[in-house]
């Protein structure tokens, strides 16, 4: 009589989603979790915007939903510098083909395969608890005063060696919240069971720690 094979399951992935506006302090806060607990790391809006540097390298339209759908379709997720696709005039770029539905689409699926990694995921961006992922264990939306947010983007642009004017700064966080909850197709909101992190006057030890408490829990609850 043959013993019946032994079936091993596979331990789910576990995601942590994290969402807010612009400078919140988000991925800075999603790279210490992500190394602290040894999982993947996406920063979702890099993928928007190596869709939009492919297209301007290719020279390419950037109004032209089907071709911009098809290069998003052939991202390599594993290729993203942040240093390069930081640079102002690829983010404008990438703000002009995020709306495209079509754009969306193919990138959510590539994000949600990319959750899928083991043993853990952080993903962190404008849609990922309501829209990405929304059965994540871990929801956070991270948050701040548009002034202070205005002021970390001046301070860093100013770090990079960058001509910045704070008064341009805050009008562009400003116009760039607007564009982002303003928008039909995935909207950035929190979701409803989202856990609210306002960083405004909090250093970045206190918001990680913040944040590990609510990982911790999670963790062992699952």
């Given amino acids: 009589m043959?013993?019946?094979?032994?079936?091993?399951?596979?331990?789910?992935?576990?995601?942590?989603?994290?969402?807010?506006?612009?400078?919140?302090?988000?991925?800075?806060?999603?790279?210490?979790?992500?190394?602290?607990?040894?999982?993947?790391?996406?920063?979702?809006?890099?993928?928007?915007?190596?869709?939009?540097?492919?297209?301007?390298?290719?020279g390419l339209p950037l109004d032209d939903e089907a071709v911009a759908e098809r290069v998003a379709l052939s991202l390599d997720l594993s290729g993203l510098d942040r240093e390069v696709l930081s640079r102002h005039e690829i983010g404008e770029a990438a703000s002009k083909i995020a709306v495209m539905p079509a754009v969306r689409r193919a990138l959510v699926e590539a994000q949600r395969r990319f959750a899928m990694k083991s043993p853990g995921t952080v993903l962190d961006g404008r849609d990922i608890g309501t829209v990405v992922c929304p059965q994540a264990p871990v929801k956070l939306y991270v948050t701040a005063s548009s002034e202070v947010r205005a002021r970390r983007r001046y301070d860093e642009m100013i770090a990079r060696g960058d001509a910045a004017d704070y008064a341009s700064v805050f009008e562009d966080v400003k116009r760039r919240d607007a564009r982002d909850m303003g928008r039909a197709d995935s909207p950035?909101?929190?979701?409803?069971?989202?856990?609210?992190?306002?960083?405004?006057?909090?250093?970045?030890?206190?918001?990680?720690?913040?944040?590990?408490?609510?990982?911790?829990?999670?963790?062992?609850?699952?």
């Fill in 2 to 58: 043959k013993d019946n094979p032994v079936v091993i399951e596979s331990k789910p992935s576990f995601t942590i989603a994290i969402d807010g506006p612009a400078a919140a302090g988000k991925g800075t806060l999603s790279r210490r979790i992500a190394e602290d607990y040894g999982f993947h790391h996406l920063d979702t809006g890099l993928t928007y915007r190596a869709t939009a540097k492919a297209l301007l390298d290719a």
């Fill in 188 to 222: 950035l909101k929190p979701a409803a069971d989202a856990h609210l992190l306002d960083t405004s006057e909090m250093s970045i030890e206190a918001a990680f720690q913040a944040a590990k408490t609510v990982v911790d829990a999670a963790l062992k609850a699952n």
